[in-house]
């Protein structure tokens, strides 16, 4: 496997311990897509203090001339006992080893190296197990100790100044993961809820939940040939980091090391078409040895296949009308036939010649062998089953036995299981099932199936019996008690009729109707507002002339009104000079009176005239008083009058950029109108097209709805299979009545089916098809190459089809460099749009929006962003996380998005306005990876608190944690209707929850017995 960093020497052997898509929950352990933001002290503590004494590694002592190359000498020990824990994705502590950029920017408990100075260094003291022991020892990823003489680098390379570049142009050298490295980092469900899938390790796991078996882990040929591997079932060279099924389920793509994989699963895959001339076919069998193929025809003729060599080997001639019954004796020597011409006759199957025949009171509807005994039970038009004993050797007349009596219509088909020796069981046109006892020929019981009877079946083991109507109905019973079939895992059976796949794509595109028309209601309301913001912007136009006009008329008046107070003020300014100059002459000629007075203190003239000067000095004093008063006065009024033409002035700015602005507002409605009509047109318009999806759909579906004419189980019983008008073969569970697939092909109704003994399917209509049952998923396209940069230049974190299936996200970039982001046409793999700058570290999560419209993406970055798909434009971005963001959902209203942090919270951002509308803190540790449920504000999340949980997103509360996960859980997906949520993590189990009740249905854990391929053959 290959790590975050760069060797630059062919030479160097690369072991890549981690993924970096993970949180971090185990500092042994680097995981998928999210990370675990432990203390670097922390770690210490775990790991234990030693001392100096007893285990510190001697560090050898290295001489040379040249200096230490980083990349070639020092990356390589750091890559396989470090980065596991010290990756820019896992940075346990804040320390990131990756390159000597990172190591100076040191951690949370301070600088990993002192340049020049290895002894005062962090790294070098842990290394050396000088104050802590690192690796710790029991890690679970094969870290191992720094040896003396790596010791000895690493102290020179401090010691020359801990310098150096990592180019990442060396060619990568391959090698096997540690054993125990298989916890599930990413988990994907198909849309219909019909398949899981899971990493372990480079592996993918592909499983079917209805039955809860595990269907494949996926190879990858290229792998195989490369001579890394000799075993089937590796996927990637690396850990697999992200999985995801197309919208239609038929795509799984897997994301590694610079490479994203598509794998397809085939449909209707005949394997062969054993005829095609046209004639109907009435009735079926495959031997029990599995070699043969019998085929009943309307024209009498029998043929028999060879399997193996898918011709035909006998066409066995003797009915004078349609064979309608066929079945092998359990050795497979010899074949039963029965027809409308009222005979039953016995076929020798190794030369096709005719053995013992016997004509019938009436036409033969059903014929069965019964166990061992040479015993043959037939079902008649007229009513009636009759008993017969076949000749020893086929060649002597046929016994007849009891006739059984009891239906009121022609008895339609005959079930007899080993696992029910003793009994038989029938079905009528009178709409009954009825189980017989063959040693009395008594009835046991009836069952009401509610319409004509079509087809009949009895389960292997006994246990079971499948029925089939003009209902169109397939029901189960219990063949203990005759009660409808109760499904081990408890829940209810649906309705087993139709087209699965049609049925499934009828929910798919309501749910889609649902969200486009919830689009038309808000586009319909968004025109309504529009509409609405131009009639009170006009209004406000209106209101702001009429203030602009009273303002300026106000001015006006004002700036008149201030005219008075001017002159007033000039009045009184004056009449207070000319007082003051009149003052002024006063006070002087009372000064030279009164000096005159008091030079010639005898004289009274004097004296008098002293007194009056005084007087009318004294007068002239208060006068000026009393003016310089009403000049101020005069003052105050004029500036009282000039403030309110200043105010005036400025409310009629006010008001004329009030006016200015109503106007602009009514441009800027108006121009809002048309853009709004479009998108309101244009949803409208997808939704006529939805709607017409929708009624067509359920046409189909309708259409699909037909009698169904034959039953048949496997072998081993677990499955049932079904045939009839609609021109399709279904399987389905028997246990739980869940479909498991339908084959489409032929263009006649099937009239009858068999399972061969290797769960081989064959069925006839008009031809005779034997199909693949189980087809393989194969690698379909591969989409850049480890060695290759440019393509893709890191590990694909994260993944998203478009609603469509047309296009394919992709998320990584470099730890702590870049944030790549890039989108593919699925249909040939080239590249449709980059978006380089996206983020500035790695891309964790991915989602293309209900819409279609916009890419909402999660990072490292700490950043939640949405991208315009049209152009690449970024249209929000949400900032809010204190670390790294490790997934991102929108929900199906296309208003809301939800993100998952490292920081242990859940946020919830409206799209629409770009705010925060509220944060959970719900989980112990981080939130690893959650999805929305549809349209509703309920989200399912994983945490490595060891718990999945259901949050509501409008109140933040937990709903429910469901029950099962022990560990770390690193990713989770739910089918489209919200109904199954799957789950993995740490312990390497996968776990299938019904979501609402909480109940698990299954858990998948890793095969044991055999080791995982990347720890069987990779670099071997």
Known sequence: ??????????????????????????????????????????????????SAQDDTIPVAEIKRDTPVDFEKEILPVLTKNCLA???????????????PQTIAKGGDSGEAVVAGNSAESLLMQAATHEIMIMPPEDNKVGAANFTSEQLGLLKRWIDEGAQGEVTGRAAIEWQSLPPGMNPIYAVAVSP??????????????????????????????????????????????????????????????SGGFRQVKLWRRPTDVQQAKLADDGGAVRALAVSPDGKWAAVGEVDGAIKLWNLAERKVAHTLAGHSGAVTAIGFLPDSSKLISGGEDKTLRVWNVADGQAGAQVETPAPVTAAIVLGDAGQVASGHADHKVRLWTLPADGAGEWTAGAEIAGHAGPVTALAASPGAAGQLVSASADGTVRQWNLADQKQIREIQHGAPVTALAMRPDGKQIASAGEDNLIKLWNAADGQPWASPDKQPIAEMKGDFRAQFQVASLERELAAVTGRVADHKQALADAEAKIIETAGKVTATQTAKDEAAKALKEKQDA?????????????????????????????????????????????????????????????????????AQEADAALK?????????????????????????????????????????????????????????????????????????????????????????????????????????????????????????????????????????????????????????????????????????????????????????????????????????????????????????????????????????????????????????????????????????????????????????????????????????????????????????????????????????????????????????????????????????????????????????????
């Open 1 to 50: 496997m290959q790590t975050g960093a760069r060797a630059n020497a062919a030479a160097t052997q690369r072991t890549l311990p981690s993924h970096t898509n993970l949180p971090p929950g185990d500092p042994a352990v680097n995981a998928s897509r999210k990370r675990i933001a432990s203390s670097l002290c922390s770690l210490f503590l775990l790991a234990g203090t030693v």
């Open 85 to 99: 824990c010290h990756n820019a994705q896992t940075a346990e502590g804040s320390l990131v080893l990756e390159t």
């Open 192 to 253: 219909d809820g019909q398949y899981a899938a899971c990493s372990r390790a480079n592996q993918i796991f592909v499983y079917h939940l209805a039955s809860g078996k595990l269907l494949t882990r996926l190879t990858d040929p290229a792998l195989l040939d490369s001579g890394l591997y000799e075993k089937q079932g590796v996927a990637h060279l690396d850990l697999v980091q992200s999985l995801t099924f197309s919208p239609d389920g038929s795509l799984l793509a």
């Open 562 to 630: 201030v005219k008075a107070p001017t002159d007033a003020k000039a009045a009184a300014d004056k009449a207070l000079a000319d007082a003051k100059a009149a003052a002024k002459t006063a006070a002087d000629m009372a000064a030279e009176a009164k000096s005159a007075a008091d030079k010639d203190a005898e004289n009274a003239d004097l004296a008098k005239a002293s007194e009056d000067a005084k007087k009318m000095s004294a007068a002239a004093a208060a006068n000026v008083t009393e003016l310089e008063k009403k």
């Open 640 to 1020: 009282k009058a000039q403030q309110e033409v200043t105010a005036a002035d400025a409310a009629q700015t006010a008001a004329v950029q009030a006016a200015a602005a109503a106007v602009a507002g009514v441009k800027k409605a108006v121009n809002a109108i048309p853009p709004a009509e479009q998108t309101l047109k244009e949803s409208e318009t997808l939704l006529a097209s939805v709607q017409a999806d929708v009624e067509a759909a359920k046409a189909a579906a309708a259409a699909a709805e037909k009698p169904v004419r034959t039953l048949t189980y496997s072998a081993d019983g677990s499955q049932l299979a079904s045939g009839g008008d609609n021109q399709l073969v279904r399987t389905w569970i028997s246990d739980t009545g869940a479909p498991v697939d339908v084959f489409a092909g032929h263009e006649a109704p099937v009239t009858a089916a068999a399972f061969g003994p290797d769960g081989t399917l064959v069925s006839g209509a008009g031809d005779v098809v034997l199909w693949n049952a189980a087809p393989s998923w194969t690698l379909e396209r591969t989409i850049g190459s480890a060695d290759d940069p440019n393509t893709l230049v890191d590990r694909v974190t994260a993944l998203a089809f478009s609603h469509d299936g047309k296009l394919l996200a992709t998320g990584g970039g470099e730890p702590s460099r870049s944030g790549e982001l890039k989108i593919f046409d699925v249909a040939d793999g080239s590249l449709v749009r980059s978006l380089p700058e996206a983020h500035s570290d790695t891309v964790f999560g991915l989602e293309f929006s209900p819409d279609g419209k916009y890419l909402a993406s999660s990072a490292a970055d700490r950043f939640v962003k949405v991208f315009e798909l049209a152009d690449g434009s970024l249209e929000r971005s949400f900032e809010g996380h204190t670390h790294h963001v490790l997934d991102v959902s929108w929900k199906g209203d296309g208003k809301v998005l939800a993100s998952a942090g490292a920081d242990n919270v859940i946020k919830v951002w409206d799209f629409v306005t770009g705010d925060q509308r509220r944060t959970s803190q719900a989980f112990g540790k981080e939130v690893t990876s959650l999805e929305f449920i549809g349209a509703t504000p309920k989200l399912v999340a994983s945490s490595g608190d060891k718990t999945v949980r259901l949050v509501n997103t409008d109140d933040g509360k937990l709903e429910r944690t469901y029950s099962g996960s022990q560990d770390f859980m690193y990713s989770t997906g739910l089918s489209a209707d919200g109904r199954l949520a799957v789950s993995g993590g740490q312990d390497s189990t996968l776990f299938v929850w019904l979501v609402e009740g909480g109940q698990l249905l299954k858990s998948f854990a890793a095969p044991q017995g055999e080791q995982p391929a990347s720890e069987q053959t990779a670099g071997n």
